[in-house]
C-alpha cells in the first residue's frame, strides 16, 4: 500500500509538471493563433477584423500568471475551453467526436502486434536458431525501418486503389449511418484493416525483438533447467514458466503503448483519412490552437500517466520484488 | 465498398489477417462513377475538403474556420462578382444604384426570395446581417448606417465617399434576423441546423468525416436545384484527396493537383478536365522596403529584372501559373489593366544586362569575385524566408535565388515555420518574402495595400497587409479619387494612374498572378465552368461557387 501511494504521489507530480509545460510551450512558440489563421486563410481575410477576432477567441495580452491560474482553474473542473481553429466549437466535443475512432484504431492495433509479437518472440526463443527465429526478426525489422508514410500510401495504393479489396479512406462508409448493426461493425471492420494492418506491421518487429531477448535470457535460468529435469511438458514450460517471466517488460511497454494510443497515430490517420484526434493535433499546433492543443495534451498526459499507475499496480502482483522494495 | 470487392477482402483476410474476424459483412453503397441516368438524379454531388480532417458540426459564418460550403450553399449574397470573366451577377439583390456623391448606395431585393424555413427574405434581414458582422467581427470602418426602407429595399450609408463598399457589402452572406436575433451568443452558437435562402441548406448524416446537405425546400430558383445535394468527405491533407480525384470517387477536386494531366486526366480522358485560370491574388516578392538597399526603387527594380518569371512558374508552379506584368495586376483584373503600361513593361522581364546596368549605376559594384557589395562595403546578401510547409513557393524562393547570383547578388532562402516567418513579416523583421496579396473585384484593395501610406506602420509594429512597408503620398491621393468615384469609367481612368505609378516606384516585385485550382469529372454531372464558358471558377470556396451549384445536373 505504501508503495501504491509514494507512486501515487510520484504521478501528481509528473501531471502537474506536464500540464505546466503544456500551458507554457506553446505561449512561447513565434506568432498567436489570429495572425496564423490570417496567414493560413490568404486573402480569404480582412485585416481589420484582427483585433475583433483576438477579443473574441480570448488572445490576450494578460499577465501569464493569471493566464496559469485560470488554466488551472479550468483543468480542475473540467473546462477547457472553446478551440481556436474550430470555434466556436467546445474542445471536449472536438476531442469526443473523434476519440473513439482513434482508440479503436490505436488499440485494435495495438493488441495485435503485442500480442502477434510476443508470441513470436515466444516461439523463436523457444526454437532458437529455427525458421522463426533466423527469418522473421530481420525481416519484420527490414519492414518497420521504413518510413511509415512511405509504406502507408504503398499499402493504400496497392491494396486499395489497384486491387480494391480494402476501403481507402475514413472509418466507415460515408453516408451509412453508425449503429450496433452487422452491416456497420463490419463495414467499420473493412476500414479498420488497412490503417491497423501497417501499424501493426511496423511495431511487430520490436514487440518480437523484445520478447525474444528476455526469454532467451529466461531460458537459461535455473528453475527452467529444473523444470525440464522434472520432465515437464515443453508447451507448459514455455508458456508457463519462461514465458510468464518473460512478459514483464513487455507489460510495462503494453501499459505505455496504452496511453499513447491516445495520442493518435498521426500519420496513419493522416494517409487514411480516418477521423480520429491524431491528425486534429497536428492541426492545433499548425493553428497554435491552445485550448485544443492544451486539451489534447491532457488527455494524453492523463491517458499515460493512468495507463503507467494501472501497470505499476499489475507489476505489483506481478513481481513479488516489487513489494518487497 | 462494393459487394465483390467486400467479398475479395474477406477472402484476403481470412487468408491469413488476424483482422480477419472483424469483416463480418459489408455494405453495398454503389461506387460513383456509373453512367446510369436514374443513379446520377439520386446521387450527391461529392466534394473533398483537403484542409479538415475532420468536420464538426458547425455552421456559424463567423466561425474562423468556417466549414466548407457555409458562405456557398447555405448562404448567399446581394451579388456576385466572377473573376474568371469580370462580370457582376445579381443574386438577392435584383438591382442596385450608387448616391451621385457617392455617400450611399441602395440595393434592391429580388422579390420571392424565401428562408429555407419558409419565411420571407426581407430588408430588415440585410440591415441585421451588418449589424451583428461589425459587431462580431468589426471592420467596416467606413459603414455608418444601414437602413431597411420597406421589405425590398436598403440602403447603405458611408461616412465618406466609398466606392470599393459596392462589392464589400454586396459579396457579404445574408442571415436571417429571425433566427439570429434569438440566439443569446450569435458569436459563439454552432448553428447546427442552419437556415439559409442557399439552394442546398439541410444537414444530412452529419459525421465528423462527411456531410451531406440536401435541398433548401423553399429555395427561390426550384428549378436550378438539379442535384439532389453535396456530401463533403474530410481530407487531412492533399494526398487523401487527391487519391479519392484520382479514384474517381468525387465529383470535383478544387485542389491542387500535380502533375495533373498525368496523374489526374489520363485515367479517364473523356470526362475528366481539369481549368486553372489565373484569377488567385498576385503572388509577389517583398522586399522590406525599411531596410537599404530596397529603398531604392532602382534596385528593386534590378533585382526584379533578374528573376527569370518563365522559370519561376515553371519550376515552382508546375507551368500553372501566368508571369507578371507592370500592372502589377493579377489575371482577376484583367478588365482593368492599363494597355500602355503592359505592353511597356520594362521591369518585370528578365534582362540580366539590364538588371547589371542598374545595380552598376545605383552604386552596388561587382568586385573581382563577381559578387556585389553594399555602400559601406559589406557583401550585398540578404534572406527570403518563406514557410517551410509550402514546397511550391520554397521552390519559387531557390529559382530567385540562383537567378540572382548571375547578378552578383546572394539570396539566402530561410523555411523555418509559417508561424515565425509571418511573425517578422508583421513585425517588420525581415528582409524578403514570397507573400500573397489582396483579391477583391476592384484592384483598390491591391493597390492601396501595396504603396498607400495609411496601411504602412513603423517597424515593430504590427500590421496584417503592407508588410514590405512602403507608402506613396501620389498614390495616395489617386487612392482617394477612386474611393469617391461610382462611375466604373472613370474609376478605369484613375485606376490606369494608379498603375502607371506602380510602375515608377516598383514598391514590391510581382511574380505571378496565381490560379485558381480546380479540375471535375462530369461522369454524372454536366454543365461545369470551363475556359470556352467562364461563368463561375472552379474553386468551391468562392462567392461564384453557387452560380455553378444551380447550373450542374446530372448526366442523362
Keep these: 500500500m505504501r508503495f501504491i501511494l509514494r507512486r501515487l504521489g510520484f504521478y501528481l507530480i509528473a501531471f502537474w509538471a506536464s500540464i505546466t509545460l503544456n500551458f507554457l510551450l506553446p505561449r512561447f512558440m513565434p506568432g498567436d493563433p489570429v495572425s496564423r489563421m490570417f496567414a493560413r486563410s490568404q486573402d480569404r481575410m480582412q485585416p481589420e477584423q484582427i483585433e475583433a477576432l483576438r477579443k473574441l477567441l480570448g488572445v490576450d495580452d494578460r499577465p501569464l500568471l493569471e493566464q496559469y491560474t485560470d488554466y488551472l482553474h479550468n483543468i480542475f473542473t473540467g473546462q477547457m475551453g472553446v478551440s481556436i481553429s474550430r470555434f466556436p466549437t467546445p474542445v471536449t466535443e472536438v476531442i469526443s467526436s473523434q476519440i473513439g475512432w482513434t482508440l479503436l484504431l490505436g488499440g485494435t492495433a495495438l493488441v495485435i502486434a503485442a500480442v502477434a509479437g510476443n508470441l513470436l518472440g515466444i516461439l523463436a526463443a523457444w526454437r532458437r536458431g529455427g525458421a522463426i527465429d533466423s527469418a522473421l526478426p530481420p525481416l519484420l525489422v527490414f519492414i518497420g525501418s521504413f518510413p511509415y508514410f512511405w509504406l502507408a500510401m504503398g499499402a493504400l495504393y496497392l491494396f486499395g486503389v489497384v486491387l480494391n479489396w480494402f476501403p481507402i479512406r475514413h472509418a466507415f462508409t460515408d453516408g451509412l449511418e453508425p449503429g450496433f448493426t452487422w452491416e456497420f461493425i463490419g463495414d467499420a471492420g473493412a476500414h479498420l484493416v488497412l490503417p491497423a494492418l501497417t501499424i501493426v506491421l511496423v511495431s511487430v518487429g520490436g514487440w518480437m525483438l523484445g520478447m525474444r531477448n528476455t526469454m532467451i535470457a529466461t531460458n537459461s535460468e535455473d528453475y527452467i533447467t529444473m523444470a525440464e529435469a522434472k520432465g515437464l511438458r515443453p508447451g507448459r514450460i514455455m508458456l508457463r514458466y519462461a514465458a510468464r517471466n518473460a512478459m514483464l517488460p513487455s507489460v510495462t511497454s503494453f501499459g505505455m503503448g496504452l496511453g499513447f494510443v491516445v495520442g493518435g497515430a498521426l500519420l496513419t490517420e493522416v494517409v487514411f483519412a480516418y477521423p480520429g484526434v491524431g491528425y486534429q493535433l497536428l492541426n492545433a499546433v499548425q493553428g497554435l490552437d491552445y485550448p485544443l492543443m492544451q486539451g489534447l495534451f491532457l488527455t494524453i498526459t492523463a491517458a499515460v500517466l493512468l495507463a503507467n499507475f494501472l501497470v505499476d499496480i499489475l507489476y505489483v502482483r506481478l513481481d513479488p520484488r516489487v513489494r518487497s522494495n | ?556
Design chain 2, 1 to 556: 465498398m462494393t459487394q465483390p470487392r467486400f467479398l475479395r477482402a474477406a477472402r484476403m483476410t481470412a487468408a491469413g489477417l488476424a483482422v480477419g474476424a472483424l469483416l463480418l459483412t459489408g455494405c453495398a453503397a454503389n461506387k460513383p462513377g456509373g453512367t446510369d441516368a436514374a443513379a446520377n438524379a439520386s446521387a450527391f454531388l461529392t466534394i473533398p475538403r483537403e484542409d479538415m480532417g475532420t468536420f464538426v458540426q458547425n455552421f456559424n459564418p463567423f466561425a474562423p474556420a468556417v466549414n466548407p460550403m457555409v458562405q456557398q450553399s447555405i448562404y448567399e449574397s446581394l451579388l456576385i462578382f466572377n473573376p474568371a470573366k469580370g462580370d457582376t451577377v445579381p443574386w438577392l439583390a435584383t438591382d442596385w444604384k450608387a448616391a451621385d456623391d457617392g455617400k450611399s448606395i441602395t440595393f434592391t431585393l429580388r422579390d420571392g426570395v424565401k428562408w429555407s424555413d419558409g419565411q420571407p427574405l426581407v430588408a430588415e434581414d440585410v440591415a441585421y446581417t451588418f449589424e451583428l458582422q461589425k459587431k462580431i467581427k468589426g471592420g467596416y470602418d467606413y459603414l455608418d448606417t444601414v437602413a431597411a426602407e420597406g421589405t425590398n429595399k436598403v440602403t447603405f450609408n458611408f461616412n465618406k465617399p466609398w466606392s470599393p463598399a459596392l462589392y464589400d457589402v454586396g459579396q457579404l452572406s445574408i442571415l436571417p434576423k429571425h433566427i439570429w436575433s434569438a440566439l443569446a451568443d450569435p458569436d459563439k452558437d454552432a448553428n447546427a441546423k442552419p437556415v439559409g435562402t442557399g439552394p442546398y441548406t439541410e444537414v444530412d448524416s452529419f459525421q465528423a468525416q462527411s456531410f451531406v446537405l440536401k435541398k433548401n425546400p423553399n429555395y427561390w430558383q426550384p428549378e436550378k436545384q438539379k442535384i439532389a445535394g453535396i456530401k463533403m468527405l474530410a481530407f487531412a491533407g492533399n494526398d487523401g484527396a487527391n487519391l479519392a480525384a484520382v479514384n474517381g470517387d468525387v465529383d470535383w477536386a478544387p485542389q491542387y493537383i500535380p502533375n495533373i494531366e498525368k496523374t489526374f486526366i489520363s485515367k479517364d480522358k473523356d470526362h475528366r478536365h481539369y481549368w486553372f485560370p489565373a484569377t488567385g491574388s498576385m503572388i509577389n516578392w517583398q522586399l522590406n522596403t525599411t531596410k537599404a538597399p530596397f529603398n531604392d526603387v532602382d534596385v528593386r527594380k534590378a533585382l526584379s529584372m533578374a528573376v527569370d518569371r518563365e522559370q519561376v512558374t515553371k519550376i515552382g508552379m508546375s507551368g500553372y501559373a501566368k508571369p507578371a506584368d507592370c500592372t502589377g495586376l493579377s489575371g482577376s483584373y484583367e478588365t482593368w489593366k492599363n494597355d500602355a503600361v503592359k505592353d511597356n513593361c520594362t521591369w518585370t522581364k528578365l534582362d540580366v544586362q539590364k538588371a547589371n546596368e542598374l545595380l552598376d549605376k545605383a552604386g552596388y559594384p561587382k568586385g573581382a569575385d563577381g559578387k556585389r557589395t553594399l555602400k559601406d562595403g559589406k557583401p550585398f546578401e540578404f534572406e527570403i524566408s518563406v514557410g517551410a510547409t509550402s514546397s511550391d513557393w520554397l521552390s519559387v524562393a531557390n529559382v530567385i535565388a540562383q537567378n540572382l547570383a548571375e547578378v552578383g547578388v546572394t539570396v539566402k532562402v530561410e523555411s523555418p515555420d509559417w508561424a515565425a516567418v509571418v511573425a517578422g513579416y508583421e513585425t517588420g523583421d525581415f528582409d524578403s518574402g514570397i507573400v500573397w496579396s489582396a483579391n477583391d473585384p476592384s484592384p483598390y484593395k491591391y493597390f492601396n495595400n501595396s504603396m498607400g501610406t495609411t496601411t504602412v506602420k513603423p517597424v515593430g509594429t504590427k500590421t496584417f497587409d503592407n508588410y514590405h512597408r512602403f507608402g506613396d503620398p501620389q498614390a495616395d491621393a489617386l487612392l482617394a479619387e477612386f474611393a469617391a468615384e461610382a462611375d466604373e469609367s472613370k474609376q478605369k481612368d484613375i485606376a490606369n494612374k494608379l498603375q502607371e505609378e506602380y510602375n515608377d516606384a516598383a514598391p514590391l516585385v510581382p511574380l505571378f498572378s496565381g490560379p485558381e485550382w480546380g479540375a471535375f469529372n462530369d461522369t454524372r454531372f454536366t454543365g461545369w465552368p470551363t475556359e470556352d464558358n467562364p461563368y463561375a471558377t472552379l474553386s468551391v470556396r468562392s462567392p461564384t461557387t453557387v452560380l455553378v451549384l444551380t447550373t450542374l445536373e446530372p448526366r442523362k
